[in-house]
């Protein structure tokens, strides 16, 4: 019976090899120990530099990370709101009802006509859309109206389109950087 291996980077193990958690009857003592060393040398750092040997892989000093302090701080609350925004944006049903109102207002039943569904559906997408404030409305006799409720979402919405438009060159750039 033979055994398939392939190449691995050291500590990683093979099927059939014995766990490698400590504590474990089958797993080798030597595993661990090399598992807990530190690095003794920073990546790149050739032998004998000031990062070498000294168990600590500094790759970038406090200069660049002086434009972390320019960054805002967002409040959890301020993050759950967006995440909330991008759930009920995320289906593809609201998102083309969002797109149709970033010409402007529509009523329920221009939305409904255009999407080719029921005003019951559009009204409770409506709904939704409403509810996390992404939408606004106004009643004008029996008619009411849908609008973006500002130019945030409006920005947001192109933006995410022509997000999706552009080519994937960046996968390539990442190829080209080793990551």
């Known amino acids: ?25 089958n797993s080798h003592p030597r595993e ?45 609350d301020q993050l759950e709101r967006a995440a909330s925004i991008f759930r009920a944006a995320g289906d593809v ?11 402007g207002e529509w009523c329920v039943t221009e939305l409904a006509e255009a999407a080719g569904v029921g005003l019951s559906t559009v009204s409770q997408q409506l709904r939704l859309l409403r509810a996390e404030r992404i939408v606004a409305r106004r009643r004008a006799g029996k008619h009411i109206f849908y609008s973006l409720a ?15 438009a552009e080519p994937h060159n960046h996968e390539k750039q990442d190829d080209h950087d080793g990551t």
């Open 93 to 103: 049903s609201r998102l083309k009802l969002l797109h149709r109102l970033s010409d």
């Open 150 to 164: 500002d130019s945030h979402v409006s920005d947001l919405i192109h933006s995410a389109i022509e997000h999706a």
């Open 32 to 76: 661990h120990e090399r598992a807990a060393k530190p690095r003794l040398e920073a990546p790149g750092a050739p032998s004998g530099s000031p990062q070498a040997g000294s168990g600590i892989a500094e790759v970038c000093g406090p200069e660049e990370h002086a434009r972390r302090a320019r960054v805002a701080n967002v409040s959890d």
């Open 1 to 25: 019976m033979t055994r398939s291996t392939t190449h691995m980077t050291s500590g990683a193990r093979r099927s059939g090899d014995p766990p490698s958690h400590p504590g474990h009857p």
